[in-house]
């Protein structure tokens, strides 16, 4: 057999192979790219779950103290007058803000397992103006005035607002990656 016909015989066998070769390449590497992709996204979708799981903590915090204060300050108000049933409510919420302190505890180390250490420094400096204000604020004091409360949950308020801040800016950061 001469060249002229042996290459004519083997020139679409190679072209065929090598286009073969050239698309198995290509999809080999568009999968590795969407597979790592996927993962970066799983991943990024975990983190926001999390950072959804710290919100909802942090409201229902801020739910169980503002039933607390708006029941101290009653019992400053009315001192001895205050009823024994709304003292047991107090306990009974007291206990409620205490366990909810072990669940924001846990929201706090979540925030450090994922890196955050300026929204857990604000979570934390959220939970402690709330112990602030219950060593301050407390059943029948009479010796604080309305606008020294007023000032205590401002700053309270004010924390909480940038902490929510913080997350909002992290969060909307991680929904644009996605």
């Known amino acids: 057999m001469d060249l002229a016909t042996f290459l004519q015989l083997t020139d679409t066998p190679l072209k065929i192979g090598l286009g073969a070769l050239i698309a198995a390449l290509s999809a080999w590497f568009i999968l590795r790219r969407s597979a790592s992709s996927q993962q970066l996204t799983s991943r990024e979708n975990r983190r ?3 950072l959804e799981e710290v919100s909802s903590q942090v409201g229902t915090v801020t739910h169980i103290f503002s039933k607390y204060s708006s029941l101290v300050v009653e019992s400053i108000q009315m001192g001895d007058r205050w009823p024994a049933a709304r003292r047991e409510e107090l306990d009974s919420v ?5 366990q909810e302190f072990k669940r924001l505890a846990g929201a706090e180390s979540k925030l450090l397992m994922l890196g955050e250490k300026n929204l857990e420094r604000s979570l934390r400096l959220y939970g402690a103006k709330i112990a602030v204000y219950r ?10 005035t309305p606008e020294q409360i ?14 929510y801040d913080m997350l909002s800016r992290k969060y909307d950061r991680l929904l644009a990656s996605v």
């Open 48 to 50: 926001i779950v999390i």
């Open 150 to 163: 007023t000032a205590l949950k401002s700053q309270i308020t004010q924390v909480r607002d940038q902490f």
């Open 135 to 144: 060593k301050q604020v407390y059943v029948c004091r009479k010796d604080i």
């Open 94 to 98: 007291n206990n409620e803000l205490v």
